[in-house]
């Protein structure tokens, strides 16, 4: 049996609509000013010094490029890997990445010593560098993702999807090892250096993505006051299960790595046990309320059907995702480098102390402007293509489909929201 | 032996904290140059002095540093001073954001107490990592071995600064004012120790090592590719380590007595 499940647009004249243009623009305006502010008396009013280099902005950066990369899921899944149940979220999952990308890449470049010179970015590279790598894993990212989307969209060029979808998966897959490798390639600092990272940023994509993803189905169609299945809810369900699962391994074979070469004891202990703030957001934020509560939710009998619980779930995952990349940033940052080994090192420019770092407002509402700038281009593009499906009922996603076709029709009237 | 080499060498080999080089002094250590010179035979036509401006830095060159421990006093900081005051950089009192492009670090061995103090900059590496990741090429070094950041296309993306092992390199974090003509410093772009190429390319040495020949003498500056170099003999007749030589970074700044 094929069941046409109808894409439609958002009419997007509501209040509803209007009322979340105006707090996602007033967000990124407040993001902008910080910049600004930031730019205009220079870094040092902020909490990012000669030790913490990449502060707030890049926690929330990071975060959004590695998400990007796994809002992709549910697209590849259904692309790739034939899974044709979710072939009508596929444009939405395609429609999140490149926004949650574009939100991480603007908080990366606005918070740049010289922002203004983005274009010399663009026109000057160092092929050695995995940064000049990014930058066209970035924007390679974006005409990929576009071009699929196209390609699921445009009736006349569905047969192309499959291929367009193969060569994002990958296209992503490459992305996010570009993005570990930042850390992974740095030799000198005892928390990075490790190839895991890539693999490990893989992974914490698939899982960061997908809990947005929920999330974002979640109020979208409750907002608009269609139905969403439990099937769909569950299918998510399993698939954030084994991606958190995953996750929890390679952090734990990245730690254990570390414990056992006696040079990395030092970082090791910082992290996992005298570490402070870095201590509690690792094992508080990140292992328990990104890893364990949530699978606890997941799994437990009295838990794993409710699709509430899946929802606390995914915002927890997301919660967590931000201590890692916190863990991961500036904790890395705050253990000095370790120039001497066996010495006792001092001096006036922070040698061997552990390095402080308060985070400013201005670095805050910069980071979180990165999310608006991601949710409202989904605003926008949702009212003017057709991606939101029409329903997420069971009815519609019956688990006997054999292929559902994305329908876009022109008859189909925008609903209004 | 090149004239500069003569002079910084000379000049690295100042007879103690605070004191003078005495003219028998200077006419001995200038002998003893000239002998290293013409022993050989064969570096009679070595680099110029001094770099004409439109000539490009010879990769048969590779200036470096020979930090000497043993001679570092403690408590003095004569290099630190005189690098901030040939480059310009002001403190703002503010001890996380002001730059230092060389500082002085005290040492502590954990297993018997023994202490020692040294200074430590920018290790212009034969490989640098920060001029690997630097995404446009801003990081970069020349083919005489010093490590520059072209102000005009860093963007301040401080991945330099991640990437570095002796954490060398700053990012300016304000406003600059006062700055020097030879060594042009911009709010949002990262700087380091340039070795005083400025001075270098005029046959100079860097201000700190010409401060330390004033008082302890604990740093050499010269031709380390050159085997008939002061630096280089030194290094060949007494050794010397590198900072985290375990990473094979082949730096230029070696020390003696670590």
New interface residues.
Partial sequence: MTKKIALTQVEGRSSGWYGLLVLFGTVILAGLGSTWYM?H????VTGM???I??GMPHVFAVFLIVAASGALNVASISSVFGRNVYKPLAPLSALLSISLLAGGLAVLVLD????D??I??MT???F?????W??YLYTGFFVIVGVYMWMMLEKKMNRHTKTAGLVAFLWRLALTTGTGS?FG?????QAYDAAIMAPMFIIMSFAYGLAIFILVIKFSYTWLGRPIGAYVCLRQRNLLRVFLAAMLYFVAVYHLTNLYATEHHGVERFILLEGGIFTALFWIGQIMIGGIIPLVLMFHPATSESRIALRIAAFMVIIGGICQMYVTIIGG?AYP?V??P??????????GQINSYTPTLAEIVLGVSGIAIALVLVLIVVKFLKILPASLADSAFDPNYVEPVIHPTDDEAPETA | MTDKAVQSETGTSGEGCGGAMSRRGFLGISAAATAITLAPGVTLISPAAAKPADQAASPKVRWGMLVDVTKCADGCDDCVVACAKENGLKS?N???????WI?????????NGFTKTLP?MCQHCAHP?C????????SFKRPDGIVLVDKH???????C???????A???????TRGQKPHAPR?????ESCTLCVHRVDEGGSPACVEACSKGSGALMFGDIADPNSAISQEIAKYGAAR??AD?GLDTGVAYRGL
């Fill in positions: 730019e008396n220079g870094h040092w010094n000669n030790q280099v990449w740049l010593g010289r922002p010179r983005l010399v970015a000057h590279y160092n050695k560098s995995i940064f000049a990014n930058i930042i390639f740095l030799v000198a600092r940052q480098l120039l001497f066996g010495m006792e090192v001092s001096s006036s420019f922070f040698d | 703002h503010r001890p996380e954001t002001d730059a230092q500082r002085k670090v005290t040492l502590i061995d954990k297993a430590v990592p001029v690997d990741v630097c995404p446009t090429g801003a296309i860093c963007i301040g993306c401080r991945y600064m991640m990437a570095c092992p002796y954490k390199r700053n990012f300016v974090h304000e406003d911009g709010k949002g772009t990262v900072i985290r990473l």
